[in-house]
């Protein structure tokens, strides 16, 4: 009988926690998609050129912020999962330093003169 306690005072602590996590999917999901839509407006709006690359970029890693926040809440360790999309966002934005960088080179020349 003892055991039957247990597992239902594990049960009843982690019910909470799912239908959290469930709420946190719904509306992150639900305001990704506010974004994406939003962006792809004003970027149309505005007559971007990444009028198309820009709402998905938003609404992906909003969804993979979710996705995150809400196994977070579940009680599963993120740690290693955050830290490795942190190391691929620096990549990234290093990999687009270096190349705005290389391609201003020329600019920057000119304007020395």
Do not use: H
């Not at 239902?8 to 839509?37: E, H, Q, T």
């Not at 007559?47 to 912020?65: D, F, H, K, R």
């Amino acid at each position: 009988m003892d055991i039957f306690q247990e597992w239902m005072k594990i049960l009843a602590n982690f019910i909470p926690n799912l239908f959290g996590a469930v709420l946190i999917l719904i509306s992150g999901f639900l305001s990704a998609k506010f974004l994406r839509d939003f962006l792809r407006r004003t970027s149309v709006a505005a007559g971007l050129e990444i009028a198309n690359s820009l709402p998905t970029i938003a609404y992906v890693s909003t969804c993979a912020i979710t996705v995150l926040v809400s196994i977070k809440q579940v009680g599963i360790d993120v740690e290693f999962l955050t830290s490795i999309i942190l190391i691929v966002l620096f990549c990234t934005l290093l990999s687009g330093a270096i190349s705005f960088g290389m391609g201003s080179a020329a600019i920057v020349t000119t304007m020395k003169r």
